[in-house]
């Protein structure tokens, strides 16, 4: 009967353990960082101390986050359409961490591809 209890309390520790490390950020920079990372990320968890939380990620670059800034890029197209179809507005980059899908309006996408001001304007260069 004690014994089933301490291999209980062996699990149960074991995976509290396994749950800090992934969930809570740690307070230090680990000794090898790149396999610490690639680790994180293969894993699906937050990456570590120092990278954008889910809510930035969410507020920034986020569905809604391009839906804000949306009106600037596309006047024409009504709110409700917008609203149901993020692709005529925004360019899908990727996920991040816990499978946020990461969102940039036309705008931004065209800056950071290098293409000039010129072009966006509608002028030809």
Do not use: Q
């Amino acid at each position: 009967m004690i014994i089933k209890y301490a291999i209980g309390l062996a699990v149960l520790l074991a995976v509290a353990a396994f749950m800090s490390w992934a969930f809570l950020p740690a307070r230090y920079l680990p000794s090898n960082r790149a396999r610490y990372l690639r680790l994180r990320l293969h894993l699906r968890l937050h990456p570590g101390k120092g990278f954008a939380t889910v809510f930035s990620l969410w507020l920034y670059r986020g569905r809604l986050a391009a839906l804000r800034r949306s009106r600037r890029i596309r006047r024409s197209l009504p709110l409700w359409l917008r609203l149901l179809n993020p692709h005529v507005h925004s360019v899908f980059l990727g996920r991040a961490h816990y499978r946020h899908r990461l969102r940039v309006p036309l705008e931004e996408h065209l800056l950071r591809t290098g293409i000039t001001a010129g072009v966006m304007a509608g002028k030809s260069v």
